[in-house]
Structure formats: structure tokens, C-alpha cells
């Protein structure tokens, strides 16, 4: 009893062995527990990265193809001068080797895209930490931490998007480029590889884009350029913005002093002489519409272009600001007032050669060429084939005809001024632009003998058979028009307007060059002379009197129906050039005449462009004979006494005297 009082007695609060034991056991339960956690959070992270990266990696671009180029061939336009106008497609300079480039353009690049180029694995873990903190306390992105690895794994196997995907792709293949190439080959690859603006890939052609040098020869200052360039290549371009690309250099030559890679001082001189670029055709708006233009030419030669090819052109960078500035002005100031919008000009050697084209106000608003693609009506600028056609028919400049009404089937010309002035030579109809007189030329020579005329001399277009055709109512292209003008000024020898002159490729050898003596002679040499003095008295006493220059030159105008086209188009021996005005739409102008804003758009351009040339004669065919009697009577016989009657000498002087201003197509 005493025993179980003395088991019972036993102090209630002290612990027995057991619990003692308890505690420890608790307490390593709970550390297991983490660790073995902590291990199976390991595991199945690990497992979840590995799927993730077997994800991204399943569709990985092939890799096979590091050393292959998968591009557009690049066509280079040159312009008479020797300078580049245009680059068209992917331009890459020849691989160079690490070794062959200046120590100061590998540490421009280096010190501005990643300094820690050779240290790392092919991602900076540094470079990533310092770019994520600048650009959270920034609160956006202002650096980036990729490496030049990276960068290279980015151009050559992934597109630009910002995605999960590519970023890890981007890091997969960084890893994969590092382990198969050293340091020198990856530098060497991205130095070939990357674009540098203006659609130059590589350091060699981006040299040579922008300083005519190859990579090797570079300066401090041109390196720092180009360097500056991979931040962001198009928009720091020099042929885009010189001013921010030199901006930019300045701050790889300051990257370059921190890096110490060069002297302060070193880095100061470049700064206060930045690279230039090398001489190219002053900037022109509207050279595209040329190169466009002769790229198609370009293509029409080669076929399929398979590499880079070198092209000299025909184009004078001079002639084509001069063009420009005249026509865009010319629209800008009087355009405004008589509601022309648009016009386009172009200027051709005798031979056919495009030494300017101005397709339009900007280039850059419309890529529509109006000089080469868009067919209007021209008006009496036709009028010039017509009487081509009846001259080769058997008239003669000083033969007679009635300017009187005209009935053809129910159709009836009508003349600019409403009126009549009865007989009048054939020069004199043309030199005022008499509509009723071109139709009876036109229906004499027999209109299929028009159509071919026009042809002959290179009118493309097709030309509906139709007595209004006498009045320029079938549509052409300027440039078809005005090539067919230059037949007049050479002498009457076959004339195709063309843009390409010599084509080669990068190795020097020649893929086509212009030669042979053209398509021989198309007008007949007494024609070519009648039709120079014809319209030499155009400019002289006629509607184009406005286009007059202080040498010989003849021309035509030209002005559809509704005031909706003017043209003028005329030449010197050494010049042929055409002039349209109009709106893309085909609504009328305040009634612009091809006398008007036209003419003075040509005058304006060719004096500028002939001046300090000599003056030279066009070809021209006997004077006109003083007494008239043989062809005054013809006159009288065929539409007799009366008709002579009704205009009386002092009448027809007056007349003659009072030249109309500008011609309308007709009805």
C-alpha cells in the first residue's frame, strides 16, 4: 500500500523518459522533412527545366548551315559620275578573317557591345545583373545584357521577335556556339554577319557602303562609327542621319577610353574629327523613281540575279536635283494657284540616254512613277506623228490647207479659239496648234499610217484608229513621248530610252555592256528637216513661244481634254526633255495649257542645264518660199473662188499675227 502510495506520490510534473525522448525526435522529423522537400522541389524543378529546354529545343533552327549566307543579291546603281544612287537587295562584302582587321575596330566593338567577351560562356551573368538592375531603377529598358554570342545566334538561326521562346532558344544556341567554336571564330563570324544599316551585313561592306574602303583600312574614327551602328542599325545609318551616326561614334570612342582600350587623349581627337562619308550622288528625293526604273532594265539583261552586281547608269546626279527643284517648285507655287498637284519630268540625251527622271513631287508620299508608268492623253504634243505621217505621205510645210469646220461621221474638231482662220500652211497650222487642220493632215495621210509612224519612232502605247486620234486622245507615257521627240533631234536615228550603260560583278567581270551603232535610221533626212523647222516656229511664233530659249530648240505642246493633262516636250542637239502637269486623280486644272506651267517648267530646266554649252544648230530644211502661188492654188481649186473670198489679205495677216495661246484635244 505504501509502495502504491509511494508510486502514486511521485511528483505529477516531472517528465518521464519517454517524453524526454520525444523532443529531439520531433525536432529531426522537421529538418528531414525540409531536406526531403527541398530535395524533390530540386528534382522536379530540374525535371521541369529539362522539359522546358526539350521544348524550345524540339524546334531549334537547324544549325547546319553556320557558314552558308541565305540573302538577296545586291545591285549597286552608279550614276555617270562614279556615284552610288542606289543599293537595292542584301549587300555583303567578303568574309574576313579576325586577324586581317584593325585592333581598334575589334575593341570598338568589343567595348561597346561586350567587354567581357572572352571571359564568359557565352552569357555574361554579370552583364545580365548590371542590365536588370539599371533597368529597374530606370523603370524601362535602357540596357541589354545579350551577348555578342547571343547576338550572333540571334542573326543567324531567329527572327527579331521579343518572346519566352526566343530568348531561351537564343541562350541554347549561345551555349551550343560556344562549345563548337573558340572565341576568335564567333567574333569573326559575328563581325561578317551582322547588319550594319543601309543593307550592309558585315563590317567589309559596311565599309565600303559608307567609306569606300575595305574593313581593314578603316580609321579610329570610321571604326567607332560602324561600332556605333550595332545598337541600332537603321536608325543610326550615316546615309540616313550623319549627324546622329557621328553622335553615336562618339560615345564608342568614350566606351573605348573607360574600357581601356584607348588614350583619353587619342579619344578626344577622334571626337572632334568624326568620320565622313565617302562621295555619293547628292541626296535627291526622287532618284528612286529612276532606279526602280532601271533595276527592271537591270533584270531584263540578267535574268535571275544570282549575285552582286555592280551597275553605272545613265542618270546625271546634276540634271536630276535640277529637275527635281524645278518641277517641285514650279507646283508649289503656281501649281497651287491653277490646282495642279502633281507632274513628272524626263530628260534624255539624242541617243536615248536617261540622264534625269522626276516621277513625281516625293518619292517618298507616292512610289508611282508618272514618268514612266502612267498613260495620259497628250493632246496636240501628238500632233507632231501626225504630220510626220503626212509629210512621208507627200505634203510639204508650205502646202495649203482650209482651217474650217470638220464633219467625219458626226464627229466634229473644234479649234482652242472657237474660230476659223481659212487657208494656212501646214507649219503655220502646227505652230498654232490648229485642230482642224491636223484632222484633215491626219485623214489624208490615212490614220493607219499615223499609227505606224508613232510606232516607228517608239509611241508603245496602243493607239486607237479613230479621227480624234489626230488630237492625241490615245493615252502614252512620257517617257515613250519624249523618246520619240529625240528621233527629230539626232537626225532621224531609231532611239529606245534606256538606263544601264555597264553591268558587273563584284569580281570585275563583265555581265553586259552597252555598245553597237542603235537601230539605224527611222525618218528620212529631208522629213527630219521639216519637222526641225516646224517646230522650231512652235517656239518661235507659236503656242510655245513661253518655252523660247537664247539658243535653237523646238518643241510641242500639248493639253487634253478638260484641262485634265498639259505637256510640254521639246529639244536642243544636245537635250530632249518632257514635261507633264496634272492631277492623279484626272481632275482638271484651272485651265493649264502646255503653253503655260509646262513650258515654263522645260524652259526653266534646260536653261540651267545647257548653260556653258555651246549653242549648235538644229537640222533644218529649206526656207519656206516667199510666193505661195502654186499651193494657193490647189487651195482654190479644191474648195474654190468662194472660200478664198471670204478672208481677205488684211484679214489673214491679222489672223496669222494673232497666234492662239494653246490648243484643245477636241471632241
Do not use: C
Not at 426 to 436: G, P
Amino acid at each position: 500500500m505504501a509502495a502504491g502510495k509511494a508510486k502514486r506520490g511521485k511528483k505529477p510534473g516531472k517528465p518521464r523518459r519517454g517524453r524526454k525522448a520525444a523532443k529531439p525526435a520531433r525536432r529531426r522529423s522537421f529538418y528531414g522533412t525540409l531536406v526531403n522537400w527541398g530535395g524533390t522541389l530540386l528534382i522536379w524543378g530540374g525535371i521541369g527545366l529539362a522539359v522546358v529546354i526539350g521544348y524550345y529545343a524540339y524546334d531549334l533552327p537547324d544549325v547546319s548551315s553556320v557558314g552558308q549566307v541565305d540573302r538577296a543579291p545586291s545591285v549597286t546603281l552608279m550614276s555617270t559620275d562614279g556615284a552610288v544612287i542606289a543599293n537595292f537587295g542584301d549587300l555583303y562584302g567578303q568574309a574576313v578573317q579576325l586577324n586581317d582587321l584593325p585592333d581598334h575596330l575589334i575593341d570598338a566593338v568589343l567595348a561597346t557591345e561586350d567587354r567581357r567577351f572572352y571571359s564568359h560562356f557565352g552569357i555574361d551573368v554579370l552583364g545580365l545583373v548590371r542590365a536588370m538592375w539599371a533597368n529597374y531603377r530606370s523603370g524601362r529598358i535602357v540596357q541589354g545584357g545579350s551577348t555578342i554570342t547571343q547576338q550572333l545566334a540571334k542573326n543567324l538561326f531567329l527572327t527579331p521577335e521579343r518572346t519566352i521562346k526566343r530568348k531561351v532558344q537564343e541562350l541554347l544556341l549561345a551555349l551550343y556556339l560556344e562549345s563548337r567554336f573558340t572565341k576568335d571564330q564567333i567574333l569573326s563570324l559575328y563581325l561578317n554577319r551582322v547588319y550594319l544599316g543601309a543593307g550592309a551585313y558585315g563590317v567589309e561592306a559596311a565599309a565600303l557602303r559608307y567609306f569606300n574602303r575595305p574593313a581593314a583600312d578603316v580609321t579610329l574614327q570610321q571604326a567607332a562609327l560602324l561600332a556605333g551602328l550595332l545598337k541600332a542599325p537603321s536608325r543610326y545609318a550615316p546615309t540616313n542621319d550623319l549627324a546622329a551616326a557621328q553622335r553615336r561614334a562618339t560615345q564608342v570612342l568614350a566606351n573605348m577610353a573607360d574600357a581601356g582600350l584607348l588614350s583619353a587623349t587619342k579619344a578626344a581627337a577622334a571626337q572632334n574629327d568624326p568620320a565622313a562619308l565617302a562621295r555619293t550622288a547628292p541626296k535627291a528625293r526622287s532618284v528612286r523613281y529612276f532606279a526602280d526604273w532601271a533595276l527592271e532594265e537591270v533584270t531584263a539583261f540578267l535574268g535571275h540575279i544570282n549575285r552582286d552586281v555592280i551597275v553605272v547608269t545613265t542618270l546625271d546626279p546634276g540634271l536630276q536635283r535640277l529637275g527635281e527643284r524645278v518641277l517641285s517648285t514650279a507646283l508649289a507655287t503656281d501649281g497651287k494657284t491653277v490646282r495642279a498637284t502633281q507632274g513628272a519630268l524626263i530628260a534624255l540625251s539624242p541617243e536615248g540616254a536617261v540622264k534625269a527622271m522626276v516621277g513625281g513631287r516625293d518619292y517618298r508620299q507616292s512610289q508611282f512613277n508618272r514618268a514612266t508608268q502612267a498613260r495620259r492623253q497628250p493632246g496636240s504634243a501628238f500632233k507632231p506623228f501626225v504630220y510626220l505621217a503626212g509629210l512621208e505621205a507627200g505634203l510639204r510645210p508650205e502646202d495649203m490647207m482650209v482651217d474650217r469646220p470638220v464633219d467625219i461621221a458626226g464627229w466634229r474638231p473644234r479649234n482652242y479659239s472657237k474660230r476659223h482662220v481659212g487657208p494656212v500652211s501646214l507649219q503655220d497650222a502646227l505652230a498654232r496648234s490648229i485642230n482642224t487642220v491636223a484632222v484633215q493632215v491626219s485623214e489624208r495621210a490615212g490614220r493607219g499610217r499615223v499609227i505606224d509612224t508613232a510606232h516607228r519612232l517608239g509611241i508603245v502605247s496602243q493607239l486607237r484608229s479613230h479621227p480624234s486620234i489626230a488630237l492625241g486622245t490615245s493615252e502614252v507615257s512620257l517617257i515613250e513621248l519624249t523618246a520619240a521627240y529625240a528621233h527629230f533631234a539626232n537626225g532621224g536615228r531609231g532611239v529606245f530610252p534606256y538606263a544601264v550603260v555597264e553591268i558587273r560583278d563584284r569580281t570585275g567581270d563583265v555581265l553586259y555592256k552597252r555598245s553597237g551603232s542603235g537601230l539605224g535610221r527611222v525618218i528620212e533626212p529631208v522629213s527630219v528637216r521639216e519637222m526641225n523647222r516646224m517646230l522650231t516656229a512652235v517656239m518661235d511664233s507659236g503656242t510655245g513661244k513661253t518655252a523660247r530659249l537664247d539658243r535653237p530648240a523646238a518643241g510641242k505642246t500639248g493639253t487634253s481634254q478638260d484641262f485634265r493633262d498639259a505637256w510640254f516636250v521639246g529639244y536642243t542637239p544636245d537635250l530632249v526633255t518632257g514635261v507633264w502637269v496634272g492631277n492623279d486623280d484626272g481632275s482638271p486644272m484651272k485651265r493649264v495649257t502646255g503653253g503655260g506651267l509646262p513650258a515654263q517648267v522645260w524652259r526653266g530646266f534646260m536653261l540651267d542645264a545647257l548653260k556653258g554649252r555651246p549653242a549648235k544648230p538644229l537640222v533644218q530644211g529649206p526656207a519656206i518660199a516667199s510666193g505661195l502661188s502654186e499651193a494657193w492654188q490647189r487651195i482654190v481649186d479644191r474648195f474654190g473662188a468662194a472660200n478664198q473670198n471670204k478672208v481677205t489679205p488684211a484679214t489673214r495677216r491679222r489672223e496669222q499675227e494673232s497666234l492662239f495661246e494653246e490648243e484643245e484635244a477636241g471632241n
